[in-house]
Every structure is written in structure tokens, then in C-alpha cells.
């Protein structure tokens, strides 16, 4: 039986790659996780990354407690990755993917 923290936070991040980036989009997202891991603000429950049929991906973790999404804005580690995202990506809401209507979206694994 999986222990509930009401001390944490599953997200649900939504990607746009920007036009020719979505190669560099996918490398650095396989390293976003092992950042937020490594640096104790998620925990070690499993993540996914998914991809829309439009090419955006979709990265589900859980944050490390209701304080690990400000800390990671103050982690020097993850402001570089964010940094590097935010030069190739969009942040985007779910409500703007094709699949968003559907009462059962289906996601290929990123």
C-alpha cells in the first residue's frame, strides 16, 4: 500500500518545445528529475515523462514537502537547468493540448 504525505505535491508540468528544439528539450527534461532528486525536492516516488500529440511533454513528480518548490527556486543547481530550459521551451497549461477534451487523453511516453 503506497503511504500518502499530505506534506507533498504531485505536478503536472506541461513543456512546449520550441520549434527545432524538442531533441534538446527531451536531453535536458532526462536531466531536470535527477537535478530535483539530487537535491532533495522530489521524492523517490516514480515520475513520468510524457509527450502530446503536438510534441509537448509532460513531466509528473511529486514535490518533497509543501517548502521544496521554493527552495528549488533557490537552489543554484536547478536555477541553471531552468535557465537552460527556458531558452529551447514554453510552459504551457494542460488545457491548451489536443488531448485535454478527452475523457481518457492518450500520452506516448516522452
Known amino acids: 500500500m ?8 504531485v505536478v503536472i508540468v506541461a513543456y512546449r518545445p520550441l520549434p527545432g528544439h524538442e531533441e534538446e528539450t527531451r536531453a535536458l527534461l532526462n536531466k531536470h528529475v535527477p537535478t530535483l532528486r ?16 503536438d510534441g509537448t511533454f509532460l ?5 518533497n514537502g509543501p517548502e521544496a518548490a ?4 533557490e ?4 536555477r541553471e537547468t531552468w535557465g537552460e530550459m527556458e531558452k529551447i ?3 504551457t497549461t494542460l ?8 475523457r481518457f ?3 506516448r511516453r516522452g
Do not use: Y
Open 38 to 53: 539530487t537535491n532533495g525536492l522530489i521524492t523517490e516516488q516514480e515520475t513520468l515523462l510524457l509527450q502530446s500529440q
Open 2 to 9: 503506497m503511504h500518502e504525505n499530505p506534506d507533498t505535491n
Open 59 to 63: 513531466e509528473i513528480f511529486e514535490w
Open 105 to 107: 487523453a492518450p500520452f
Open 70 to 73: 521554493k527552495k528549488a527556486h
Open 89 to 91: 521551451l514554453e510552459i
Open 75 to 78: 537552489n543554484a543547481q536547478v
Open 95 to 102: 488545457s491548451t493540448l489536443p488531448e485535454a477534451n478527452k
